[in-house]
């Protein structure tokens, strides 16, 4: 089993991080370069969207990335003391409305639903832990 | 090359039975133990084949599965609203060449302001895309299959395979997925995308598909209809279940129902009046259609038949080389034997020095050799032993010959005897059985009117009783001499016969005096077969009475009787010994003397020597070819008066 | 990410290349929507270079196939990276745009 923590701050520039860790996890995991390049992209859109609409002051905050690999599934756990927030449950969208006024974001959850095998989230301690899994194909 | 068949060709076939015998087991346990491994080899094949088609097939239809619910996503997230829906729908028409249109409805008043239907429908039109918004009451939708069931079920759902008429008769199906929408914060059902995939690249990667020489594979929808097959006339034609009743194959009607269930299998697949097949079918993933892959038995096995021809070929090609071995071998181990058999048969010829094949190996024909050399050596000295004895033999023989004609030559012989004695007429004949007789016979005149005759059997008849037989004749004529009455003449005989008689031998004796005036025969018998008269008066034989006395050269003073009967001219009497009475034939039938009378009554009016040659016939007719055992004596006189 | 364009016949390449990441998506939309307006009707995202694309950039490509479909225009994808190619497939994206293998091909289709 490998394991790897990564505590970021809640700034969009924290992107290079996931993409530094992942390549290293990549090489020293042994994870195929597919698998490195959607997982960060599934990463990316799940810490934009907390990047984005977590917080409601402008605070300097903590967002952890578990990472771990057993028996060919990687398993990623993401935290943050946000306000509460279920990604996998989206708010209606009015698709009579002209484009440009809807929200943007329902794409990076689709996604991220598409690349990883199983979404969950889960609200405990005052914070909000989305879990990723995807079963690695070797 | 067998040119004895006893041994080159006895060996060969035995041995060619028993490793034919081998050859045929374990050709038979090959030949099982390879089909299984054929036939294993075959539903790899089979399986991989069908494998590989399924995963060329899911690669095209994978796709068309994300496709709604990316509809749906690129619907909630705006990039597409509802008014430009065509746009993605031609998009995707236009991208995916066996698309051949693709359609999105929406549930009953999903969008208030466009009333009831609302339906979104891109398909090709010539070589561009056309789009359109239908739906209402001339289309009801909400009614038709592509869209109740998936609704119902809510699950996706593959059309059964059609030819769409507007499409030109291309053979298509739809596919119908559900999509949701969330709505105050619900997942609701909100409407059906589908596609309608043109099936012709499915019937070119099925027909690709090869397997052995003829095998091919075809696909079967849901109800069991071919969607693929090379011959293109099943294609949407009768289901499998239809032609199972139709060609009476209820294992059509199995495997059709294996599809439904899902349960794929490798099997044998018979259809009456056809060469036996072999299926393997699988459902593909994305829908309930179910690839089948078949091939005929005959090519399955048609290596394994290859190799087993080959086999057979080796194998009777060893066995004929091994028969050919073998007859050399043998030929060469056995040459010796012919040259034996000629050896024997030369050394058969007399030619005991023949010589022998060389044999220089020591084993059994070194034993036959030095058998045969023995046997030479055996031979030849029996030969000289042999030819010795013989010689010895016919010397004793020639020797017994001349006693015999010496012997015979005692009794008179000359015939009629006494030319000057009107009064009898005579004859006598001996047929000896052996070189050397005991029989004897004997006749003189006494003085002038006196005629004597005797008649006698020695016991046995060996060279003792020939000099028995010789010794009593002499007697007899020097006794007659002085003695004139029959008792006296056998009483000295017998005196002098018993005199020193330690081989105990002794003589059946019959004498008789007859007087040549009178016609009174006086006459003695001493254990002798009793003489008879053919009265000429009446034409009957009258028998003599049994002898009374015993015979001579057993008891020195036995005192001899006599008795007289009297001779008419005319009469005859006819006198004999065993070898007459008891001549023997192959059935060990005695001549018998019954019969004797009746001949002596038959030939009565003839003349004594006719009478011997007729009853000497006689006795030859009875006898036939079989070895006289005694010695046949015979007398006839006839008294003339 | 930079990104040069090209025009060969009628056709108007744009060779994306680096990472196309929410940090970058604005600029290029802003890029992409000035071609619009200079009235291509034929467009290629050549990605042979693109290395990384976040969903700010498939929304880019979508917006490109929307608009160009509404101009009756035509916009084909081509080169992709296998792993890219891999966020389009498991996205069925693949089904609604033109992909093409390379840019011959990209440029023979009609």
Known sequence: MQKHTLRLENKISELDKIRDALEEMAATWGLPPQVSMSVNLALEEAFTNIVNYAYDDDERHEIILHFKLQDNELHIAIRDDGRPYDPTVQDEPDIALPATERPIGGLGIFLIKKIMDEVKYERADNMNQLILKKHIVQ | MIRRRSLAFRIITRVLAITTLLFVVTLLGYYHYTSRIVRESARANAIELATNLSGRIEQVLQPMEKLPEMLATTLEMGIFDMDSLHHILEAVVSNNPTVYGSAIAFEPDHFPQHGTHYMVYAHREGEGVRSMIIGGEDYNYFYMDWYQIPAILQKTYWSEPYFDEGAGNILMATYSVPFFTLRDGERRFSGIATVDLELEWLTEIVDEARIFDSGYAFLLSRNGVAVTHPDRTMIMNKSIFSNAEEWNAPVMREVGRDQIAGISSFREYNIPGRPKLWIYYRNLDSNQWAINVVFPDREMYASLRQINTLLIVFIFAGL?????????????????????????????????????????????????????????????????????????????????????????????????????????????????????????????????????????????????????????????????????????????????????????????????????????????????????????????????????????????????????????????????????????????????????????????????????????????????????????????????? | MKHTTETRDDHMIVFLDGRLDTTQADAFEKAMTGLLDEGHTKIIFDCEKLNYISSSGLRIFLIMQKKMMGVAGKFTVCSLQPAIKEIFDMSGFTMIFNIQPDLEAALKEE
């Open chain 2, 320 to 641: 004929l080389l091994l028969s050919i071995i073998v007859a050399g071998v043998v030929d060469r181990l056995a040459a010796p034997l012919t040259q034996f058999a000629g050896s024997a048969r030369s050394i058969a010829e007399g030619k005991f020095d023949t010589k022998l094949p060389a044999i220089r190996t020591r084993d059994e024909m070194k034993e036959l050799h030095d058998a045969f050399t023995h046997m030479q050596e055996e031979l030849a000295q029996y030969v000289v032993n042999l030819k010795e004895a013989t010689a010895a033999k016919e010397k004793i023989e020639s020797e017994l010959r001349i006693a015999r004609e010496i012997q015979l030559a005692m009794l008179p012989h000359t015939f009629p005897p006494f030319p000057d004695l009107p009064q009898v007429d005579l004859y006598a004949m001996l047929k000896s059985a052996k070189e050397v007789g005991g029989d004897l016979y004997d006749f003189f005149v006494m003085d002038k009117d006196k005629f004597c005759f005797a008649i006698g059997e020695v016991s046995g008849k060996v060279v003792p009783a020939s000099l028995f037989m010789a010794m009593t004749r002499t007697l007899l004529r020097t006794i007659a001499d002085k003695e004139k009455s029959p008792a006296r003449i056998m009483e000295t005989l017998n005196r002098s016969l018993a005199f020193n008689n330690e081989s105990n031998m002794f003589v059946t004796f019959f004498l008789g005096i007859l007087d040549l005036r009178t016609g009174k025969l006086t006459y003695a018998n001493a254990g002798h077969n009793p003489p008879l008269i053919i009265r000429k008066q009446n034409g009957q034989a009258e028998v003599f009475e049994p002898a009374k006395s015993i015979p001579l050269g057993l008891f020195e003073d036995f005192v001899y009787g006599e008795a007289t009967r009297e001779m008419q001219p005319g009469d005859k009497l006819f006198a004999y010994t065993d070898g007459v009475s008891e001549a023997e034939n192959a059935a060990e039938e005695l001549f018998g003397e019954d019969r004797m009378e009746e001949i002596l009554l038959l030939c009565r009016e003839e003349r004594p020597r006719a009478v011997i040659e007729r009853m000497e016939r006689a006795i030859d007719e009875h006898v036939k070819e079989y070895p006289q055992s005694d010695d046949i004596t015979m007398l006839t006189i006839a008294f003339n008066g």
